[in-house]
């Protein structure tokens, strides 16, 4: 059913009870200029009442591995941020867990509505799309021509979140990283209105080009237009600032920190500790969450910590017993125009693309698993690798492994690598490449809040709180700490953004 609403009271979703309930399905809906005005209000309503919120962003290329891994931290996130600008936000998931009042009492389960949104998003100005990142992509259901006709379009790098550029600034350590615009793509003009915050709906139609112009420096008319854009709250850097109102969770998430604040909010600053210290201040009521430092941390022990694997050994333990999920119909798919809402299963959504069918489809025996795979969630033969990509039977082997010590006490090398007699592989075999209907960030960013869900409810909430505004670093024996520097203040542009943000409020 469609989203009723009135001025000013803001927007309220009518939750239908045709909900798919503690099944393998999530429902995840698209969003792209098609449908915003829908939409939007949807988003922002279920966004306010989540106790938390899972973000994935899919990218358009995430550099060499040699530069976004650097030793030096200081270094890598420099080589981050020149990735960041460079780049776009091609895709953003969004997956609100709400919580149902009373379910989570001293031995019940919590129960969450969850409600999964999947956001094409199309930047105004040029960027680079690295074709190892393209190909990935279209194996995994991408549609690169409903991005490019409809994705919701956004100018990044702006000193304030969704106005237009303004001439750099320093941050007080620097000169801005991001205060260089690259030139706008399309004949756009800077057409994208968008209502102020109070009033609702920010309209986006295909051909409308937001962003307006790629410099600073103007004059006469231009400049009269500039300064009517930077009153003009854009719909994307509103929607990530509610987020920023919630508790926000994360999957490895220090690149898709750089990519948002970049892409959503403003310019990345030239110096770690001041995009630290802008970030501690955003998020310090709710705080951040990454649900790969805390799989990695110790306290419960994973063999792989990649987010498929994650979501699906967590889902064994925990689905339906320590949380129960309803998946409500948000939205009339007829008022959804040609992006349709999905019902994903876990199989369907996943990374990887790799479907489960029922015994018998395919081909009969022991089913061998790709070892690079199951380390690491990517494998460089992709669809050409003969063994299995499937999590499901990574952890049937697993389980099956665990079984047999318990019988034996001795440790079966072969049950590492072949599924033979489990219960779940006797019933379900890997059909390799299997595509992902074209959601993954929704997904995705769904596995991610589900995962939160999971440690939540078996590590309790003082071990929890202490796991916050922690974000893993490849190859770094510490986390990233969002925390105020005492060496230097926040930027220049984060601070003129809290000050328009506490005036519209």
């Given amino acids: 059913m469609s989203a009723n609403g009135g001025s000013g009271g803001g927007w309220k979703t009518t939750m239908p009870r045709d909900t798919v309930t503690d099944t393998a399905a999530a429902r995840v809906v698209n969003v792209d200029r098609r449908n915003f005005d829908v939409v939007q209000p949807v988003i922002l309503d279920c966004i306010s009442r989540a106790a938390f919120i899972g973000v994935d962003a899919e990218l358009s290329g995430i550099g060499k591995a040699s530069e976004r891994n650097a030793k030096a931290i200081d270094q890598r996130y420099l080589q981050i941020c020149e990735i960041a600008r460079t780049r776009a936000v091609i895709s953003l998931g969004i997956s609100c867990f709400i919580e149902v009042p009373g379910s989570s009492g001293k031995g019940a389960a919590a129960s969450y509505e969850v409600c999964t949104f999947n956001l094409a998003t199309l930047p105004t100005t040029n960027y680079v799309c690295e074709p190892s990142a393209a190909v990935f992509l279209a194996d995994h259901g991408f549609d690169f021509n409903s991005q490019i006709r409809h994705g919701l379009r956004y100018t ?24 260089r615009s690259a030139p706008t793509t399309g004949k756009g003009s800077g057409k994208g209105a968008a209502k102020s915050k109070g009033g609702g709906k920010g309209r986006q139609k295909d051909g409308d080009v937001d962003g307006g112009a790629a410099s600073g420096h103007t004059t006469g008319k231009e400049s009269e237009k500039v300064e009517r854009q930077r009153e003009t709250p854009h719909p994307l850097a509103d929607i990530f600032a509610a987020i920023l109102q919630r508790r926000l969770i994360l999957h490895n998430g220090f690149f898709d920190l750089c990519f948002l604040y970049q892409a959503f909010y403003a310019p990345l600053p030239s110096k770690l500790d001041v995009f630290t210290s802008d970030l501690a201040e955003m998020t310090s009521v709710h705080k951040v969450f990454d649900t790969k430092y805390a799989s ?77 795979f199951k380390a690491h969630g990517a494998c460089r033969r992709g669809a050409a690798c003969p063994h299995s990509h499937s999590i499901d039977d990574i952890l049937d082997a697993e389980e099956s492994k665990g079984r047999k010590r318990k019988r034996v006490g001795v440790d079966s090398d072969t049950a590492s690598t072949a599924v033979s007699d489990t219960p779940r592989s006797s019933k379900r075999q890997a059909v390799q490449a299997a595509r992902s209907q074209g959601h993954r960030a929704g997904f995705d960013a769904y596995m991610t809040g589900f995962c939160y869900a999971a440690f939540r409810a078996h590590l309790g909430g003082p071990t929890v709180e202490g796991l916050t505004q922690r974000i893993h670093l490849s190859n770094a024996k510490n986390p990233l700490l969002l925390q105020r520097s005492q060496f230097a203040q926040t930027s220049a542009d984060h601070k003129d953004n809290m000050a328009r943000r506490c005036k519209s409020e």
């Fill in 296 to 372: 990695e941390r110790g306290e419960t022990e994973f063999s792989a910590t990649f987010l498929e694997y994650l979501f699906r050994k967590l889902e064994r333990t925990h689905r339906g017993t320590t949380v129960h999920l309803e998946f409500p119909r948000l939205v009339d798919d007829a008022d959804l125009g040609g992006a349709q809402a999905a019902v994903a299963s876990a199989e369907e959504g996943s990374s990887s693309g790799d479907v489960l069918v029922p015994a018998g489809e395919g081909d009969a025996g022991p089913v061998e698993l790709c070892k690079s």
């Fill in 156 to 179: 990044p790098g702006l000193c304030d979140a969704g106005r237009a550029p303004k001439a750099p600034k320093t941050d007080g350590e620097g000169e801005s990283v991001g205060g």
